[in-house]
């Protein structure tokens, strides 16, 4: 069977478009690679907080109309409101995208649909904050129904409850199901967003294509320690071609095919894997803060009663989700010996501290 190797859909460009020489000199720099297939910027930007740099509105569309016309790149913008749909359709923009907080809402998505509908345009739908696969299902359903352009979803990572060393968790699961479930629909990874820091993008990257995703958004700023929004995850020009250079663009079937079933499933057993092991090292630092308190209150490392309360209500909670009680119970006999030794090192320590 004969194959060839995929040229995934790389978009990149600064996170927001602050000044005219900004968006112009990074797209000088980026310009000339043949990897990049369009240059993305935020032109009107949804904060958290009010007071934050919101984007610099519709000016910014003329900076974008320049980059176009100097460099031939297709533009990519966010649009959250009809509005701004209709000043992007008429600045010519190539690219619409849908934001993880307006795919959040189903009435705003909705919205939106009414100035998208009998469009022949390009429109990527992040995934929402929270990992509720049928809500982004459901944003790229809505779209679809009024569109005659092609739908992509795009991959930002989801909003961590928990200390993880991403600014979203990747959960590669979750867009994993989506292409099973919906294997025409373009999968799209952004792993600016899922790092949250430019030292981690190219790991992701590189993952997100060895899943066979069909392309990578990325964000580069000509000056990123100084950009006005996230500049934490925007690389410089310079080492986001070094890293296009560096990627590893995988094979796949000349028919366009992607992975089988299995392989589909074991790569969602390997995301699950993954966050039960960050989950495991969170409770063992937790485990390392409550051996100290005991340390300097002299209070013993094992507590009968406590152990006790936790066999009983995880192996209920277990049993709900379907989880068999044996399976339950060593799981927790192997986290709590493991706990107790950690807190048992402490103990010793205090020992030899006094000694």
Known sequence: MSHQVRKPIIIAGPCSAETEEQVLQTAAKVAGHSAIKAFRSG???????????????DKALGWLQKVKKEYGLPLAVEVATPMHVEKAL????????????TTSNPF???ELTKSLK???????????VNPDLALWIGAIERIMKVTSGQVMAIHRGFYPYEQTPYR??????????????????PIICDPSHISGNRDLVGEVAQYALDLNFDGLMIETHIDPDNALSDANQQLEPAALLELLDNLQFREQNVN???????ESFRNQIDSIDSQILELLAQRMETTRKIGEYKKYRNVAAFQLKRWKNIVRSRIETG??????????????????????????????????EKN
């Open 319 to 352: 049993s709900s989700l379907g989880l068999s009680q044996d399976f339950v119970k060593k799981m927790l006999q192997s986290v709590h010996k493991e706990s107790i030794r950690i807190q048992s090192e402490i103990m010793k320590q205090k020992d030899k």
């Open 168 to 185: 979203n968790i990747p959960k590669w699961e979750i867009p994993i199901e989506l292409k099973t479930r919906m294997p025409e629909v």
């Open 90 to 101: 008429e600045a010519g923009i190539d690219y619409f995208w849908v934001g993880a907080r």
């Open 43 to 57: 032109v009107w930007k949804p904060r958290s907080r009010p007071g934050s740099f919101e984007g610099a509105g």
């Open 118 to 128: 009998g469009l022949d345009v390009h429109i990527m739908v992040k995934n929402p």
């Open 256 to 262: 366009g095919s992607v992975q089988t079933a299995l």
């Open 108 to 110: 705003s998505v909705q």
